[in-house]
Nanobody
Framework: VQLQASGGGLVQAGGSLRLSCAAS????????MGWFRQAPGKEREFVAR????????YYADSVKGRFTISRDNAKDTVYLQMNSLKPEDTAVYSC?????????????????WGQGTLVTVSS
């Protein structure tokens, strides 16, 4: 599966952005999907994941209550709605797909990756 992330940009603290990740291929609905981010000078970190049916979600503590992951299997797309953004959310955000079920927060557990989209939150 090929993944294409979009929706990044510059936003003021407290603002919102919605990231999208479009997938190609006919088996998108069978993959669990995740979002990761990497800030300058830092390691990549887990943000959120969603199961194939869209009912099983899991978030990093740092974004819980502010970010919402969702998916539309009819459109082969996963979303990350980001509200109440903080300067520390500034990073390149990447989406990933995982064939196996279950909650996975380690990047190495994902099988396919899209290119990142830059989110910059100004103070």
């Amino acid at each position: 599966v090929q993944l294409q992330a979009s929706g990044g940009g510059l936003v003021q603290a407290g603002g919102s952005l919605r990231l999208s990740c479009a997938a190609s291929g006919r088996t998108f609905s069978s993959y669990a999907m995740g979002w990761f981010r990497q800030a300058p000078g830092k390691e990549r970190e887990f943000v959120a994941r969603i199961g194939w049916s869209g009912t099983n979600t899991y978030y990093a503590d740092s974004v819980k209550g502010r970010f919402t992951i969702s998916r539309d299997n009819a459109k082969d797309t996963v979303y990350l709605q980001m509200n109440s953004l903080k300067p520390e959310d500034t990073a390149v955000y990447s989406c990933a797909a995982r064939r196996s079920p279950g909650i996975a927060v380690v990047a190495g557990s994902y099988d396919y990756w899209g290119q990142g989209t830059l989110v910059t939150v100004s103070s």
